[in-house]
């Protein structure tokens, strides 16, 4: 894999984890941890079906219930919660993701606690990812749509869990007592962040993107207004990429945690 690109500059035209050519040093296996269902599809869906393209296993794990909203008044909201999961494995499969995992923590409250830093190092450690891709700790202020409060906690007890917890055997000794051994992740993907460094040409799967995004009907009001936006977002992170018109970017800060 090569190195990033400084934020800013252009990425290198067929950088081979970043343009989703083969690369014997793609991970295995990748854990994307989110707040919300749908986080992860405005965020890094195009990465993902990148990834499953090549052969790598995805996992998804989604904090929250994602009762806190919708996008109307006729949406049920005591069978929300059942629906949300519903679009998000629909979602996870136009991308290539089979497993799909929920907390079930209450959406719109999240915080990062001792209990939801055990619940993320059991994953971690059920999972054992070479790579979690996650959402920013970091407030965004160009971005602060993307800062939402359950996003910067879930952010936050991620990193606290893929280090120090997940590897640290005496951290929740009650996953160790139920088998499952200390896990060390190598690097975190960041979503969102002020400090993006690496640029992911998602060109070639965007219509899988834009698929999975209409798998949340829940919460789209307009999807023809939900499109537009998504494909003006992500051609305008290609552009910063340097890639050229017609081309579509997401973009993520990478976090060495050896």
């Known amino acids: 894999m090569t190195s990033p690109a400084e934020p800013g500059t252009p990425a290198e035209p067929g950088t081979p984890a970043d343009r989703g050519d083969p690369d014997t040093r793609l991970p295995d296996r990748v854990l994307v941890i989110t707040a919300h269902p749908d986080d992860v599809d405005f965020g890094a869906a195009g990465t993902v079906a990148s990834w499953t393209a090549l052969g790598v296993e995805v996992v998804y794990c989604v904090v929250t219930d994602g009762a806190a909203g919708a996008s109307g008044p006729e949406v049920d909201m005591a069978e929300l919660p059942k629906r949300r999961q519903a679009e998000q494995r629909k979602a996870a499969a136009e991308v290539g993701v089979s497993d799909v995992r929920f907390l079930g923590y209450p959406d719109g409250r999240l915080e990062v606690t001792y209990e ?21 700790p970091e ?34 000794p009650e996953l160790l007592a139920a088998g499952l051994k200390a896990h060390e992740v190598g690097e975190v993907w960041l979503m969102a962040s002020p400090r993006a460094d690496r640029f992911v040409d998602i060109t070639n799967v965007m219509e899988r993107k834009i698929a999975a995004l209409r798998c949340h009907e829940s919460q789209i009001g307009d999807p023809a207004e939900l499109e537009g936006f998504v494909r003006r977002w992500t051609a305008a992170t290609a552009e910063l990429s340097g890639l050229g018109p017609g081309s579509y970017a997401e973009v993520f800060q990478v976090v060495d945690t050896r």
């Open 116 to 136: 939801l830093r055990r619940d993320l190092s059991r994953v971690i450690r059920e999972v054992r990812p070479d790579r979690v891709l996650a959402q920013s």
């Open 139 to 172: 407030r965004n202020w160009e971005r602060i749509r993307a800062s939402h409060p359950d996003h910067l906690a879930a952010g936050e007890a991620t990193l606290q869990a893929v280090y120090p917890d997940a590897r640290n055997p005496y951290a929740h």
